[in-house]
């Protein structure tokens, strides 16, 4: 076993088998999802080393061929780490020495594990929130189609769960449009945020060669760098978080719709039905269809605030690298791997939920107008306190002549029924889209299945 680690030293004794494994943990595993982010930046570096002539131009191009191969072996699924390596950095390293000999011992120069899961974890970063910009457009760009296809349906708007006044499931739609339009962007400017590179900030303290970090950073896609070694090292997990956080924005409107549509389903309410293929069944109640899928989106929210939460607990440590940090890793994947794949059954949902006109009319009960018709007194002049006293005092009164649809056409303060402008959302959309990268502008392309 000796030499068996990156950091073995000839002679030392070998350490402790149980102590490895347990300081290893789920590591090996989670890097095969970071595997060609770290190739991406693997050869950037070994680049890097080219132009300040640590390497030469043909130790160079092998490197670069022998890190080509091992991604395309990656995403054929033939190369992954597994229990003997400590983590996916020493499975690399290890790869590119069986296929390089003493070039491959090369590769570590002037890099320290520490920038090198830095720069794996922030291209997997930019990427998720890549997707998570274009999975919160695509449930805004659903739910502004279901705004525009009903946009007159009545349903009640309701304060406290109690029926306040006639609204309509165009504005209801387009409260989750607009939503999801502001997470999208928000993952699009942290992506923005975070975008700089820790390559060449070594263990925290920099090293003793002029790393082109700006050219690293540039041949990654990086906007620019993290200026400070020791700043890189402690933004560890900072980002992390940010990110997740971003993620939880998302994960909250969309418990926040899921609970809606588990109340709409409900034979009391009777509002809304999702198709059969999107229910499940009881094992002793063949009555029943089941609405799982929404409880099961709901619940996501939580394990991106657990996530987050773990995160920013880990990071009540001093200054430098420590060990507690690689604990980051795991509920970040956890929450990007459970909210994108939530973020995206949900545009597929959004576009086969069923409405119920006639139930949504019938809970459109006539007190619901008196908002209204205090309104409309004191447009005239009337002290609006007074108004409101007196249509309190006549409640049934407002059942005269309910008109829920000229109640609505009639709602035009700005956003409201009679003026969805569901456009100025439409263009707020359009302008994300044009934003987000290119499909393929990925350092490193499609990351491998987990
Ligand atoms: N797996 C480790 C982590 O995620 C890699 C860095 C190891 N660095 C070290 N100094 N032991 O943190």
């Known amino acids: 076993m ?34 060609l982010y ?20 043909g130790e160079a191009a092998a490197v670069k061929q022998a890190l080509d191969e091992l991604a395309a072996a990656c995403r054929a699924g033939r190369f992954t780490c597994s229990a003997p390596h400590e983590d996916g950095h020493s499975a690399l390293e290890q790869a590119l020495v069986e296929k390089l000999g ?52 009545p349903l009640p708007g309701y304060t406290h769960l109690q029926r306040a ?48 970090r700006d050219g690293v950073a540039a041949e990654l896609g990086f906007a620019g760098v993290i200026h400070n070694p020791l700043y890189a090292q402690t933004g560890r997990g900072k980002f992390e978080l940010l990110a997740v956080q971003t993620l939880g924005q998302a994960t909250l409107d969309l418990r926040r719709l899921a609970w809606d549509l588990s109340l709409y389903t409900t034979a009391e309410f009777g509002f809304a039905a999702l198709p059969p293929e999107w229910t499940t069944g009881s094992s002793l109640m063949p009555n029943k269809a089941n609405p799982d899928i929404v409880e099961m989106l709901r619940a996501c929210h939580p394990t991106v605030q657990a996530a987050a939460g773990e995160i920013e607990n880990l990071l009540a440590l001093p200054g430098g690298y420590h060990r507690d940090l690689q604990s980051t890793k795991a509920p970040l994947l956890r929450a990007f791997g459970r909210g994108l794949a939530a973020l995206a059954l949900s545009a597929r949902l959004v576009t086969v939920v069923r409405f119920d006109r006639a139930a949504m009319q019938a809970a459109v009960t006539p007190e619901m107008l008196a908002t209204d018709r205090a309104i409309d007194q004191a447009r005239t002049g009337t002290p609006f306190r007074d108004a409101y006293r007196a249509t309190a005092g006549r409640l049934p009164a407002t059942a005269a002549g309910a008109d829920v649809a000229a109640s609505l056409a009639a709602r035009v303060s700005p956003g409201a029924c009679g003026a969805l402008d569901l456009d100025g959302l439409r263009h707020r959309a359009a302008g994300l889209r044009r934003r987000l990268p290119s499909r393929g502008s990925s350092s490193a392309g499609a990351p491998p299945a987990p």
Not at 5 to 23: H, N, Q, R
Not at 184 to 200: F, I, K, Q, W
């Open 165 to 212: 006044v006639p609204s309509s499931l165009g504005l209801w739609w387009a409260s989750y449009a607009e939503a999801f339009i502001d997470d999208g962007e928000l993952a699009h400017l942290v992506r923005a945020h975070l975008d700089r590179s820790p390559l060449g900030s070594a263990a925290g303290y920099g090293v003793n060669l002029p790393l082109d």
């Open 38 to 57: 770290d190739i991406a930046a693997s050869a950037a570096h070994a680049a890097g080393l080219a132009r300040i002539g640590v390497l030469d131009a």
């Open 102 to 153: 003493a070039l491959g011992r090369k590769i570590h120069t002037g890099r320290s594990r520490n920038d090198q899961v830095l720069a794996t974890i922030r291209l997997y970063l930019k990427d998720r929130l890549a997707d998570l910009a274009a999975a919160c457009l695509a449930v805004a760009e659903a739910a502004l189609e279901r705004a525009a296809a009903d946009p007159d349906l």
């Open 2 to 35: 000796s030499g068996h680690y990156l950091w073995s030293k000839t002679g030392g004794p070998e350490p402790d088998i149980e102590m490895m494994a347990f300081l290893a943990a789920d590591d090996v595993r989670l890097d095969r999802q970071l595997l």
